[in-house]
């Protein structure tokens, strides 16, 4: 079964500081990944897209891949009370053309 | 991006009744998913909508009691039939746009089964 891993956290970090949210995935076919932050009560919101290996930055946000680990990551510099969301890392299989969604990791930005 | 909306935004049903989700686009795309997401949990797929055929369904999820109808490439409808309060969850439609692979989400459906 294809899967998508990650800690559910809570992850705490203080106000302005980097939050690192990390994902591994199973299937070696994924082509496409992404990162959705949901606040509580609302529907996943996408914030960043990665297809190859290396840093996409966007603003405060950096997402990071390595196929060869199989390991997504999502860095958030500057961190606000604003960030505070669950981040939902997802994987598009090429195979199959569906999205698998990890558990979601849990970030809490302190003031 | 994509705007979708869905109706309605929540719900409180009894036991044993059926609700009918909806969900409209604001233009045409070829993929719509339903996913369930149930308290403290991730997105779970239900099912591809597909224009002109039947929707195709995950494990665990079956016709009867999840019937999809998808009439146009702009709206769907999500029954949830003979519920339960195990069927107390968010119903999540999501899009993803002709040639591209980025999905977006409506704002999701809470319902609450009694």
């Known amino acids: 079964q294809k899967e998508v891993e990650q800690n559910s956290g809570p992850l705490s970090v203080p106000e302005g500081a980097i939050a690192s949210l990390n994902c591994t995935y199973s299937d070696r076919g994924s082509q496409s990944f992404f990162w959705y932050r949901q606040y509580s009560g609302k529907s996943p919101e996408l914030i960043m897209s990665i297809y190859s290996n290396g840093d996409k930055e966007d603003g405060r946000f950096t997402a990071q891949l390595n196929k060869a680990s199989q390991y997504v990551s999502l860095l958030i510099r500057d961190s606000q009370p604003s960030d505070s969301a669950t981040y939902l890392c997802?994987?598009?299989?090429?195979?199959?053309?569906?999205?698998?969604f990890g558990t979601g990791t849990k970030l809490q930005v302190i003031p | 991006s994509a705007v979708i909306s869905q109706k309605p935004s929540r719900d409180i049903c009894q036991r044993g009744t059926s609700l009918t989700i909806q969900c409209q686009v604001d233009?045409?795309?070829?993929?719509m998913f339903w996913y369930r997401q149930q308290p403290g949990q991730s997105l779970t797929l239900i099912a591809t909508a597909n224009q002109g055929s039947e929707a195709t369904y995950e494990s665990g999820f079956v016709i009867d009691k999840f019937p999809i109808s998808r009439p146009n490439l702009t709206f769907s409808t999500l029954t949830v039939s003979n519920m339960s309060p195990e069927d107390s969850s968010i119903y999540l439609c999501?899009?993803?746009?002709?040639?591209?692979?980025?999905?977006?989400f409506g704002p999701g459906t809470r319902l609450t089964v009694l």
């Open positions: 233009s045409q795309v070829t993929m």
């Open positions: 997802a994987a598009l299989s090429g195979g199959y053309q569906k999205v698998t």
């Open positions: 999501s899009v993803r746009r002709d040639h591209t692979d980025t999905q977006y």
